[in-house]
């Protein structure tokens, strides 16, 4: 099920808003909409509310555009008017339909346009230019039917396809945040892995479509999934993920599980006043035990001060369809470097910068592996 936002804008074509919007609901999915002044002149409030649980027409200080941008895994903004995509082009947010679609890009999720107007005006330069700058943004274009001289709003199964996304129904497990071993009843050995990368990749996949399941450690950060299941130890994590590798299509191994446990876990609480020596002893590789076993996509990360190499390293001890490639610094930072090479071992993505660009590359990859599907 996707949380859709349909924008509305003033096209001739609005009238078919509540058909499409009925239409989403009929499948399962949960509609809101926004429309703007333009678009009521087009079609009724009555009719857009017929079809939604709830149409924001302005916004008021209670920052709807806020409210809707963090509910939605998607705004389908359909018709889309060439004012409206001009204005998303170059970040001018004025209507309730452009700021909450500017917004809910901010916040990492998906935006579907389908331009609808005269074909003239589809051809004209600024809309070309519009449209190029929203697709380099990462917005999909739902393209139009260009029929009578006209550039028609796409046909209902495009527009549902286009929300449901391309990963709908697969379902991906993905391991985040690292996790915890005792020393005693007080204290842990970890590291510093937020879960940031995990919940970023979370958010991408059900952003397509695609059902989650979060298996994971303490997070520092909110991490969007149908299913999680939080776990402590390495050997917990290990356990959670193989229980599940029957029932999902694709696992990514996102998590910096720790490496070392205390060989004896001390009872109640050890004295803070004296030495201890604590002999760490190797928990299991989840990846090398997990990947063998497992038919579906399988992505691992690497982290290595020699990224690339350290990556063809594991490529030679465990199948994995992909993998991750970053240094130790990119632990619980919020931008780093990536290098993505497949089973063959060859470089096929390097990402740099903020970590949803990670997240947007590897869905992208699972979906060129398992879309359609
Ligand atoms: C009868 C009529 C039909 C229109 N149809 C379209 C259309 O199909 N596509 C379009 O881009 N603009 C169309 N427009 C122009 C838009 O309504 C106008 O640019 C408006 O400012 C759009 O505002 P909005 O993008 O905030 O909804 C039409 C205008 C009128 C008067």
Same mark, same amino acid.
Not at 259 to 263: E, G, K, L, T
Not at 329 to 333: C, D, I, K, R
């Given at each position: 099920m996707v949380n859709v936002v349909v924008g509305v804008t003033g096209?001739? &074509?609005?009238? #078919?808003a509540p058909d499409l919007c009925r239409e989403l609901e009929r499948r399962g999915h949960a509609v809101r909409v926004v429309a703007t002044e333009s678009a009521l002149r087009f079609v009724g409030r009555d009719a857009l509310g017929l079809a939604a649980e709830e149409v924001v027409t302005e916004l008021t200080e209670r920052a709807e555009h806020v409210r809707l941008a963090e509910w939605a895994d998607a705004v389908l903004i359909?018709? &889309?008017?060439l004012n409206t995509l001009a204005k998303l082009a170059h970040g001018v947010a004025d209507t309730p339909v452009t700021l909450t679609a500017l917004a809910s890009l901010g916040a990492g999720k998906r935006l579907i346009v389908a331009p609808a107007m005269a074909e003239p005006m589809y051809r004209s330069p600024p809309a070309r230019r519009a449209l190029r700058r929203l697709r380099e943004m990462g917005v999909t274009v739902v393209p139009p039917r260009i029929e009578e001289g006209k550039a028609k709003l796409a046909g209902l199964e495009d527009l549902v396809r286009a929300v449901e996304?391309?990963?709908?129904?697969v379902r991906v497990l993905v391991t985040g945040g690292p996790t915890l071993e005792p020393l005693d009843d007080v204290r842990v050995l970890t590291n510093p892995s937020s879960g940031r990368t995990a919940a970023l990749i979370c958010e991408q996949l059900r952003a397509a479509g695609a059902e989650v399941i979060l298996v994971h450690g303490p997070l520092r950060v909110e991490a969007p999934a149908d299913e999680r299941v939080e776990v402590r130890t390495t050997e917990e994590m290990l356990e959670e993920v193989r229980r599940r590798i029957g029932d999902v299509d694709a696992i990514v191994m996102a998590a910096a599980p720790a490496?070392?446990?205390? #060989?004896e876990r001390a009872e109640?609480?050890?004295?803070? #006043?004296s030495r201890h020596t604590v002999e760490l002893v190797p928990t299991p590789k989840i990846v090398e035990e997990v990947f063998p076993e497992f038919d579906g996509v399988k992505v691992a990360f690497k982290v290595d001060p020699d990224p690339v190499e350290g990556a063809r390293r594991l490529l030679e001890r465990v199948p994995c369809d992909l993998v991750v490639a970053n240094p130790p610094? &990119?632990?619980?930072?919020e931008s780093s470097e990536w290098w993505i090479l497949d089973r063959e071992g060859r470089v096929v993505r390097r990402v740099r910068g903020p970590k949803v660009r990670l997240a947007r590359a590897l869905r992208d990859l699972l979906i060129e592996r398992l879309g359609g599907g």
């Open positions: 096209s001739v &074509a609005a009238y #078919r359909a018709p &889309a008017t996304g391309e990963l709908a129904g490496d070392f446990r205390p #060989r109640g609480k050890l004295d803070s #006043r610094e &990119a632990l619980g930072s």
